[in-house]
């Protein structure tokens, strides 16, 4: 994969797990809001019902995502196959999770909405073990998962700059020796030059302009090849 590919690949994982850690702190949220609402009334109450649907819904919005709708999560498309390569290995066990909290949440939500009926305890006792025994122990694993796939990009992309400059190096390399050999050749036409006396005059001028570009041709390759090897290293 060429560098770009490579930057926006990590740029991609690094919205994944933005988004993933957003979603374990939308899973408290949800179940903190849902709790608050069987003790809230009144103005409070509808605040809180409020906050608690953003919450789902946000939840929600996100977990589509990583089931496959990439544009929900700001994801580029020509990333889709990758992104799906890379989710492969939770793929079944995330959806069947984040699936059953939304139902479960949706629930508890809806029976919320009547002030004189709180949820159940037993229904928000459910969701509470959902999150706790299983669904957040996903969502760290999927976390991880990102993290390694991250560190794992990042050590391509280096690999493939080191690749690069070498080869630059190489061409640089290149560049100086025929630099040197063109400096020699010019030293070798003034001396002959020298020897021609009047004659080689004119001959001599030209050598030197040959070998005063072979000169700044090699400071400039020792240069760019100083550079690189920074760039390169950091």
Not at 46 to 57: D, H, K, R, S, T
Not at 93 to 118: G, K, Q, V
Not at 142 to 160: A, F, G, K, W
Not at 193 to 201: I, K, L, N, P, T
Request: with cysteine; aromatic share 4%.
């Amino acid at each position: 994969s060429d560098l770009r590919t490579l930057a926006a690949r990590k740029s991609c994982l690094g919205d994944l797990i933005n988004y993933a850690g957003m979603q374990r702190m939308l899973t408290h949220r949800a179940v903190r809001f849902l709790s608050i609402l069987s003790k809230a009334g009144g103005q409070r109450r509808l605040e809180v019902l409020g906050q608690a649907e953003q919450a789902i819904e946000r939840f929600s919005a996100v977990a589509r995502g990583f089931s496959g709708d990439y544009a929900a999560i700001g994801a580029p498309p020509e990333l889709a196959d990758w992104i799906a390569g890379v989710l492969t290995g939770r793929g079944r066990a995330y959806e069947a999770l984040t699936t059953a909290f939304r139902i479960r949440a949706a629930r508890a939500l809806e029976a919320a909405r009547d002030p004189e009926t709180p949820p159940p305890a037993a229904m928000l006792a459910d969701l509470v073990d959902l999150v706790s025994a299983s669904l957040l122990d996903e969502l760290n694993g999927l976390v991880r998962d990102l993290n390694e796939q991250l560190l794992l990009t990042s050590r391509q992309e280096q690999d493939h700059v080191e690749r690069v400059g070498n080869d630059i190096g190489a061409m640089l390399d290149d560049i100086q020796r025929v630099g040197l050999n063109i400096k020699m050749i010019s030293v070798n036409a003034l001396i002959q030059a020298s020897r021609a006396g009047e004659v080689g005059r004119g001959f001599a001028v030209i050598a030197h302009k040959i070998k005063d570009l072979s000169d700044q041709m090699q400071a400039m390759a020792a240069g760019i090849g100083c550079n690189l090897r920074k760039v390169v290293s950091h």
